[in-house]
């Protein structure tokens, strides 16, 4: 079982429900070091080689990453880009859920409330209270030195503590340059809305997180070991920016509309997701 980041209660009117908090997110990143480029040696914080002692300039420094048997492997910038090119510079956008589906631990720094001794009672108390009433309580927690505002979610037995921003942290969305609301002042037609409807309704799907997988970090963890094997891996193409061509949008809904299908009818979100409406590939 982890360790509690926080131990205390939840005041619930007059009642005290002590409980600690759990992270409820397991970190799965791939762990670089910066290397000499020269031994591959690990290099410390004060730019000193870990072998010989001696410091390190900033050009001799490479990021590693280390192997199981020991061996490292260095990673340049090209590299990262290498690994998935497709999803380092798109935003794919897989389906169009509804949002209630969307479990709450999926928000940003979720937690797990867990009853402390004696704090079952009280805890299944407020956990049935909020269910019932279809409710989640907004709560504020001072966690190490700051003080958060949260949501506590019941969700099956447990519940769930949802840091949220203040609103001070969010931005006004004020000065951006933003299109306005009326589409017939930006020559979007009807027809063009339709297929844009059509779209949305294609890939819309229920909210199953099984199916969906980091290939970033999969694609990235398999040029590693390419690399490790002693390929040599491409730097991929420079990427063209495609000003002032004329995009046919109408086309691009009808070829997304049907590639969506296409990947519906053969299975899978992910396949069914990939709308590529803005490269038109």
């Not at 010989?52 to 340049?76: A, F, N, P, Q, S």
Request: with cysteine.
């Amino acid at each position: 079982m982890p360790r509690a980041i926080w131990k205390g209660s939840v005041s619930f009117g007059l009642v005290s429900i002590p409980v600690g908090i759990y992270p409820a997110v397991s970190r799965n990143e791939l762990s670089f070091h910066l290397l000499d480029k020269r031994d591959m040696q690990p290099v410390k914080n004060v730019r000193t080689n870990a072998g010989t002692g001696k410091e390190v300039e900033w050009d001799d420094i490479v990021k590693g990453y280390e192997l199981d048997d020991g061996r490292w492997v260095t990673v340049t910038d090209e590299d990262f880009a290498a690994a998935n090119v497709k999803a380092k510079q798109t935003i794919d956008v897989l389906a169009a859920v509804c949002r209630e589906e969307i479990g709450p631990e999926y928000f940003e720094s979720p937690y797990f409330l867990v009853p402390e001794r004696g704090g079952a009672k009280p805890y299944a108390l407020l956990r049935a209270a909020l269910q019932k009433a279809d409710r989640i309580a907004v709560a504020k927690v001072v966690i190490r030195t700051r003080q958060r505002l949260a949501l506590i979610v019941p969700e099956g037995d447990v519940l769930l503590l949802s840091i949220v921003r203040w609103p001070y942290e969010l931005r006004s969305a004020a000065d951006l340059e933003l299109p306005e609301e009326d589409l017939g002042e930006l020559g979007v037609t009807d027809a063009e809305v339709q297929l844009a409807e059509q779209l949305v309704s294609t890939i819309s799907a229920q909210w199953d997180p099984s199916q969906y997988r980091d290939t970033y970090h999969d694609d990235l963890r398999a040029l590693i070991e390419r690399k490790a094997s002693g390929e040599a891996i491409e730097p991929p193409p420079p990427v063209e920016e495609e000003t002032g061509k004329v995009v046919d949008i109408m086309e691009l809904l009808k070829k997304s509309v049907e590639e969506a299908r296409s990947g519906r009818d053969e299975g899978g979100a992910e396949k069914t997701g990939r709308a590529k409406a803005a490269s038109g590939s």
